[in-house]
């Protein structure tokens, strides 16, 4: 039962451009989202969060939107850069026990931003 | 300030052979997440600590697996015996004590003959 999905395992952009990465939930109990980026042969890196009490999260080049009726969030990256490629992960939060956080991740968008 | 520090960072060995990985989260960080991430797929939680204890062990294959966190600090998770399945990176990731973010580890990337 795949709780966070990632519909797009790929995804091409020009330099410059706008890259839009989506992520679909099914569980409401989740009330915090997390993009993460990974490089090859690197863990994972923490990129921006969102509270499920926004509908948007601004840093930098980098925004997130939650469409919580929809069960939807989406990461923006503009302009995207080469530097930008790697594989995007979404996950989402929510407490487990006492105040205990727990994550679950998607399969992840590998992102390739093209010179 | 220091990341998560994981070790080996690449391990070979044979099925039904027995292996172990160290984590030693960031300073003073007190939930600590060991994760499998099998390639093409995302990071699947094994077990999470809170200083010394189990909050859940839930996805941990336990015939197989274990793994522990002796003085709230560093961690040792053990696979023993080895399947061609658990051929995978294991992540490792803290956050403080009610944290909403997990800094992760570089993985330790498993291969299983």
């Known amino acids: 039962d795949q709780q966070v999905k990632q519909n797009s395992p790929s995804l091409s952009v020009q330099e410059g451009r706008i890259s839009i990465l989506n992520c679909d939930y099914t569980?409401?109990?989740?009330?915090?989202f997390l993009w993460y980026k990974k490089y090859p042969a690197e863990g994972p890196t923490f990129l921006i969060s969102?509270?499920?009490?926004?509908d948007k999260n601004e840093d930098g080049r980098f925004t997130v939107f939650l469409n919580k009726s929809a069960k939807h969030l989406s990461l923006h990256i503009v302009p995207s850069q080469p530097g930008d490629s790697a594989v995007y992960f979404c996950?989402?939060?929510?407490?487990?026990?006492?105040?205990?956080?727990?994550?679950?991740f998607g399969s992840g968008t590998q992102l390739t931003v093209l010179p | 300030e220091a990341g998560v520090a994981q070790s080996p960072r690449y391990k070979i060995i044979e099925k039904r052979q027995s292996v172990a990985f160290w984590c030693n989260p960031i300073?003073?960080?007190?939930?600590l997440y060991w994760y499998q991430q099998i390639l093409g797929q995302g990071p699947k939680l094994l077990i999470q600590?809170?200083?010394?204890?189990?909050?859940?062990d839930s996805q941990l294959p336990k015939d197989r697996f274990s793994a522990e966190r002796l003085k709230g600090v560093d961690s040792t998770l053990k696979i023993q015996p080895a399947k061609l399945e658990d051929s995978a990176v294991y992540l490792c990731?803290?956050?403080?004590?009610?944290?909403?973010?997990?800094?992760f580890g570089p993985g330790t990337r498993l291969t299983v003959l």
């Open positions: 996950a989402a939060g929510r407490i487990s026990s006492g105040s205990a956080r727990q994550l679950t």
């Open positions: 969102i509270s499920s009490i926004k």
């Open positions: 300073s003073g960080h007190a939930t």
């Open positions: 990731a803290s956050s403080p004590s009610g944290g909403d973010t997990q800094y």
């Open positions: 569980n409401s109990m989740f009330d915090y």
């Open positions: 600590f809170q200083n010394n204890g189990v909050v859940d």
